[in-house]
């Protein structure tokens, strides 16, 4: 008997059509199996320092050399996975929970709050996506800091000592709040068209709430298009944390990140190309990947769109 | 006589005459192409940034450092920290030190052609003093002068305690004694200008007075345009100037921003010279000599604020201090040079070498001891450590060295570290203990450097050590102060006032500073001094 398919398997099917989607998912399965198991698997402690071995080039005991203050490459790379793979996944979340929800009450209600959404929408657009993150860090990491420094005090609770969790949570929130337009356009216009369809209108004639329509059939059948835009996010959210942090306003040194990583090469790339080459080289295969991904997925959940 | 042929010249002897001819060009050509080049030869040097205002008056910034090659001084320091005559040629103490008679080089004048008078010299201080002249560093040429506080402040435009003579000599009174009042006078953070030209009626100095050819300098090169949009400056020689002739035909000055860029210029001779290039590969891309230069009375530390807690305990400065293993932090920010490890305050000035003084040992063991015995109990109740002035890759090697030895020597993980420094005031500015930040001087004299970096008068103790004052050190910097130059208790209480203040624990000592050429090997003569100034432009010569 033939197997009842589905919207997903289908696309899981053709997915696995296409080879440089699968590259791509595997390269990202990769990241997070490296972000999720770092500290077992980096060879070194990531902060450690060994001044007799600075800068050296790639070696069987640093497969991708060391840095300046002779810590291992690798290991910095690793941890930079962490942060990279931590910063996009938290911000497309926040990201697409704020734009799925404005944008598909939007859709699905009209009227005057929908024009206020779209209005925000394009208002968030319209600002400078790096001015706004630089003013938020530059306005909150400090009393965030500051408060949290308080909190470990009076608790002496470690948590409250992670100098990483005030820059995730700025560069998390700082991120999101630019992030999210995207996904609220693309949901509500999906939502429209979505909302005239009979299966919809059928759901009315049955009684059915409005809040129940949109979460069990309308939402459902708009995810199709918002998977895809969110492999392609979590791409541009790596990008963008590591060029924050290139710029000085993203993850705070010692801890690592590609971004950083890069920055602190390219001051030094005559004379140890290593130091740029491979936090770079990494951050543009991960780019790549996710785009890939995004393609496949893009194939395989939209076949009639294929050329 | 044959045909094409001059009278007594054969074939022979024409084909031995060619082959003369191409020997002595290949032998003498080269010589004669250097002759050519020395002629015309541009030094063609970077600047690292736009600036917009090249005032030789501001006594700071980039065009600071390019002082010496328009601008004459009342004296100067060789490379050796010698002192030389420059428009000021002779200067006479009083018996108690209090005024300074100051005679003027008849053969001085400016690029005019127009001489240079005693009064032009009191104008040129008086011009530093003004408050709108904006002077970053005047403070330390003539505050002693009595007078100078009310030109300073604004309700006076004369400096009373500088009186002209004649036309040659100038008296100076100060508001106390000054042995080494001379000294503070050999640089060019006031340098002697045309008053006629550089002074408004109101006694403030005419906007833009200094652009162009105007003849109102007197250094051995005059400005001969300035494209501030572009960034391009350029001096020609003098012509009028009364010291040597200068040798280069030209100096332009181009501004690169990036250091990567510009070393890439550097490396390939588009330019050979920088105003002040700070890479940590310098001398990996350029070469010792580009970064080669004496060690000047500057140096770097991390100053500790002693009223903010942690630091307000002096077991906890204490095992901080003895937690870094300070050859390591050397080797993390300048493993191949210029500057050099230090242990004291003062240093490259006379009584830099002290037998009786004892570097912060390298002791974890004892450090976590004392932590653990502080009033803290050990890592976990300390608050968390901020530094400031983390502001290059050197400064940012040598703080995530520190943050990391004590990581590793103490268990302290809670370290922020912030790139600024001078006037911090964001909103955690109360939370900031460690300062990074140089002191010095410009004079040769370890009294002089202490009062201003240790005596608690000093803007470092007021400021980045929040107050700190000891008596003793105090008191000792002050007798100090007043001995003669040559006086050996000058620099016995000077030495003695800094062993008391190594053993409040202030300050992690880190470097002392090396002036460098930043010049291309084959560039000769651009050696600099303690003011930061090109020793003597009139000399550089490209090889």
Not at chain 2, 270 to 288: K, P, R, Y
Not at chain 2, 305 to 325: F, G, Q, S, W
Not at chain 2, 502 to 514: A, E, G, L
Request: aromatic share 10%.
């Amino acid at each position: 008997m033939e197997q009842p398919t589905n919207l997903w398997r289908d696309a899981w099917k053709r997915l696995r059509r296409n080879k440089l989607a699968l590259a791509g998912l595997a390269v990202v399965a990769f990241l997070v199996f490296v972000a999720a198991f770092g500290p077992w698997l980096a060879p070194h402690d990531y902060l450690s320092q060994n001044l007799d071995l600075r800068s050296v080039p790639p070696q069987a005991a640093h497969w991708f050399g060391t840095d300046d203050l002779g810590r291992d490459v690798l290991s910095r790379l690793i941890y930079g996975a962490r942060t990279a793979f931590l910063v996009a996944v938290a911000v497309t979340l926040i990201a697409v929970g704020i734009g799925v929800i404005l944008g598909a009450i939007a859709g699905f209600y009209g009227g005057t709050f929908d024009r206020f959404v779209m209005w925000f929408t394009d208002m968030t657009m319209s600002v400078p996506q790096l001015l706004l993150v630089v003013v938020i860090n530059a306005s909150l990491k400090q009393p965030i800091s500051t408060w949290m420094e308080t909190q470990y005090l009076a608790s002496l609770n470690p948590i409250w000592r992670n100098t990483m969790l005030a820059d995730f949570v700025l560069v998390f929130g700082s991120m999101a709040l630019i992030s999210w337009p995207p996904y609220a356009r693309l949901v509500r216009a999906q939502v429209l068209s979505i909302r005239s369809r009979p299966y919809v209108t059928a759901a009315r004639a049955l009684g059915l709430t409005n809040r129940i329509i949109l979460a069990r059939y309308v939402l459902p059948n708009a995810m199709g298009p918002l998977v895809v835009a969110v492999s392609a996010g979590l791409g541009t959210a790596m990008v963008l944390e590591s060029a924050f942090s290139f710029l000085g306003v993203g993850v705070t040194p010692p801890t690592p990140s590609w971004g950083n990583m890069i920055s602190d090469g390219l001051r030094v790339w005559t004379n140890s190309p290593h130091l740029l080459v491979a936090p770079a080289a990494v951050l543009a295969v991960v780019t790549v990947a996710f785009n890939f991904l995004g393609d496949g997925l893009n194939d395989a959940l939209n076949p009639k769109g294929q050329k | 006589m044959k045909d094409g042929m001059q009278p007594g010249l054969t074939r022979r002897g024409a084909l031995r005459l060619g082959l003369g001819s191409v020997v002595a060009v290949a032998a003498f050509g080269p010589g004669a192409h250097i002759a050519m080049a020395q002629e015309g030869q541009v030094l063609k040097a970077i600047s690292p940034a736009f600036s917009q205002d090249w005032s030789p008056l501001r006594g700071g910034g980039v065009p600071y450092r390019w002082n010496s090659v328009w601008n004459g001084s009342a004296m100067y320091f060789n490379d050796k920290g010698e002192i030389q005559p420059y428009v000021l040629t002779e200067w006479t103490p009083s018996a108690d030190f209090t005024s300074w008679t100051l005679k003027v080089n008849p053969a001085a004048k400016f690029a005019d052609g127009s001489a240079i008078t005693a009064a032009d010299v009191k104008g040129s201080w008086e011009l530093s003093a003004m408050p709108a002249t904006k002077n970053q560093r005047v403070d330390q040429v003539l505050a002693g002068v009595a007078g100078y506080a009310a030109v300073k402040d604004g309700t006076a435009t004369d400096i009373s305690g500088i009186v002209v003579t004649d036309d040659a000599t100038l008296t100076v009174t100060l508001s106390g004694p000054d042995p080494i009042f001379f000294q503070r006078l050999a640089n060019h953070i006031a340098p002697i200008v045309k008053v006629s030209v550089a002074r408004g009626a109101d006694g403030n100095e005419v906007p833009d007075w200094f652009l162009g050819a105007n003849g109102a300098t007197s250094g051995p090169f005059m400005m001969e345009a300035a494209d501030l949009d572009t960034g391009l400056i350029t001096w020609v020689p003098n012509p009028n100037f009364f010291g040597e002739a200068p040798k280069l035909a030209r100096i332009e000055l181009t501004s690169v921003e990036d250091n990567v860029t510009a070393t890439q210029m550097l490396k390939s001779g588009e330019f050979q010279a920088h105003t002040e290039l700070v890479t940590s590969t310098m001398i990996q891309d350029l070469g010792a000599d580009f970064a080669a230069g004496p060690t000047i009375p500057t140096s770097q530390h991390f100053w500790f604020n002693t009223t903010r807690a942690p630091m307000d305990d002096p077991k906890v400065r204490e095992a901080l201090i003895l937690a870094i293993d300070r050859d390591g932090l050397i080797k993390a920010s300048f493993p191949d040079g210029p500057h050099q490890k230090t242990d004291t305050v003062m240093n490259s000035v006379p009584g830099e070498e002290d037998a009786a003084f004892v570097p912060y040992p390298h002791d974890p063991a004892k450090a976590k001891e004392l932590l653990a015995a502080s009033s803290y109990g050990g890592p976990e109740k300390l608050p968390k450590l901020m530094f400031v002035g983390i502001s290059s890759p050197a400064n940012e090697a040598a703080a995530q060295y520190i943050a990391e030895q004590w990581r590793q020597n103490l268990g302290i993980t809670a370290v922020d570290m912030k790139p600024q420094q001078d006037q911090y005031a964001g909103p955690d500015q109360n939370a900031v203990q460690i300062f990074r930040d140089d002191v010095g001087t410009r004079v040769p004299d370890g009294a002089s450097y202490l009062a201003g970096s240790i005596a608690s008068t000093s803007g470092n103790a007021q400021g980045k050590m929040g107050g700190y004052k000891n008596d003793k050190v105090d008191a000792l910097i002050a007798e100090a102060l007043t001995k003669p130059a040559d006086d050996p208790a000058r620099v016995a209480l000077a030495q003695e006032a800094q062993r008391l203040f190594r053993d409040d624990f202030c300050f992690i000592p880190w470097y002392k500073q090396t002036m460098s050429r930043w010049a291309n090997a084959n560039v000769a003569g651009m050696e600099k001094n303690l003011d930061w100034q090109i020793v003597a432009p009139w000399a550089i010569t490209i090889a």
